[in-house]
């Protein structure tokens, strides 16, 4: 009987963070980095002002692993503060209005997801 390969997953976090500048989310987003690479090969993308409160910062990493997210999923959520809202196994919300501090100072809003790679969806599937 043939055995189908593994199929990787992808995960992402995304926080908003209170910065008036990127340079000044770095240091937020260098602590979250040392967070994810307790457990992940965390990649950070560009940090960005975010479009709708002027004051936040968009901080994004993302990370592709070669199991299901289940067990990776709970302990990054316990890594990174308590209180979170989870979807489901694969999918968790913070908000600093609602739930308690997270470990990291600074962030005020928070998504936790992982999904199947081959899911992903980008500009270019969508502009095709």
């Given at each position: 009987?043939?055995?189908?390969?593994?199929?990787?997953?992808?995960?992402?976090?995304?926080?908003?963070?209170?910065?008036?500048?990127?340079?000044?989310?770095?240091?937020?987003?260098?602590?979250?980095?040392?967070?994810?690479?307790?457990?992940?090969?965390?990649?950070?993308?560009?940090?960005?002002?975010?479009?709708?409160?002027?004051?936040?910062?968009e901080v994004l990493?993302?990370?592709?692993?070669?199991?299901?997210?289940?067990?990776?999923?709970?302990?990054?959520?316990?890594?990174?503060?308590?209180?979170?809202?989870?979807?489901?196994?694969?999918?968790?919300?913070?908000?600093?209005?609602?739930?308690?501090?997270?470990t990291i100072p600074?962030?005020?809003?928070?998504?936790?997801?992982?999904?199947?790679?081959?899911?992903?969806?980008t500009n270019n599937?969508?502009?095709?």
């Amino acid at each position: 009987m043939t055995t189908l390969p593994k199929e990787p997953w992808c995960g992402y976090l995304r926080c908003y963070v209170e910065a008036k500048s990127a340079q000044a989310a770095q240091p937020i987003a260098d602590q979250i980095g040392e967070v994810l690479r307790r457990f992940v090969q965390p990649i950070l993308k560009p940090i960005e002002r975010y479009w709708k409160i002027e004051e936040y910062q968009e901080v994004l990493f993302d990370w592709q692993l070669d199991e299901s997210p289940e067990k990776m999923q709970r302990l990054l959520l316990d890594a990174l503060g308590p209180e979170w809202h989870e979807q489901d196994s694969e999918a968790a919300v913070w908000d600093f209005r609602m739930h308690a501090p997270l470990t990291i100072p600074g962030i005020r809003w928070a998504n936790l997801e992982h999904y199947l790679c081959s899911a992903r969806v980008t500009n270019n599937d969508i502009s095709n």
